[in-house]
């Protein structure tokens, strides 16, 4: 059962993603709103939970894009278990990058305009590919929607869009896998 609990003073949001429980720390964002932070890097175990329940949801799809950071370690199980591929969108400009396409993305957990960069290394040969965009959480839809602006600038396409949790308002849309939904909180809950 998803529920919020209390723990050494600390507010967490108890929940089971594809079979693993989980308490994740309730953290204020704004004056008014908090959210439960999700986060696969180190987790071992609910990296490749995910990555099956998700790849059991997924429409066939030839290349996985995900954006730095948090959603590497999922797209890199997820191609490990299908033995397939996978590419990162950096957030920043790496001196090994070649001819790198770029846009800009505004996440709600970052208090800046980040921009996104993938090489021409990572995109010369996806043009026509279908392409399964992931990520760990999709909230607001920004990431997303500038990954979607890279696959367009090398002519991939979009298959999937899909996550390990949709936040708030993204639980709606009809156009995201997902395992579970993440609700947002007053602020009032920490």
Not at 90 to 99: I, Q, T, V
Not at 121 to 144: A, F, W
Not at 170 to 175: E, F, G, H, N, P
Request: aromatic share 6%; hydrophobic share 40%; charged share 25%.
């Amino acid at each position: 059962m998803n529920e919020l609990v209390t723990k050494d003073g600390q507010t967490y949001y108890r929940m089971t993603i594809a079979g693993c429980e989980r308490d994740l720390p309730v953290c204020p964002i704004s004056d008014t709103l908090s959210i439960a932070g999700f986060v696969m890097l180190g987790d071992y175990e609910i990296c490749v939970a995910c990555a099956a329940e998700l790849l059991k949801r997924c429409p066939p799809h030839d290349v996985i894009l995900t954006a730095e950071a948090k959603g590497i370690p999922l797209a890199h199980e997820m191609a490990r278990q299908e033995k397939g591929r996978y590419v990162v969108a950096r957030k920043g400009m790496k001196a090994y990058m070649r001819n790198p396409i770029h846009v800009e993305v505004k996440s709600i957990t970052t208090d800046h305009i980040q921009q996104l960069y993938l090489a021409e290394d990572d995109y010369k040969d996806l043009h026509g590919k279908r392409i399964l965009i992931v990520d760990d959480v999709i909230s607001t839809g920004e990431s997303l929607c500038a990954l979607e602006k890279l696959v367009e600038a090398f002519g991939g396409e979009i298959v999937g869009r899909a996550a390990v949790l949709a936040e708030g308002d993204a639980a709606k849309r009809s156009d995201i896998t997902f395992l579970e939904p993440l609700p947002m909180f007053p602020k009032e809950c920490v």
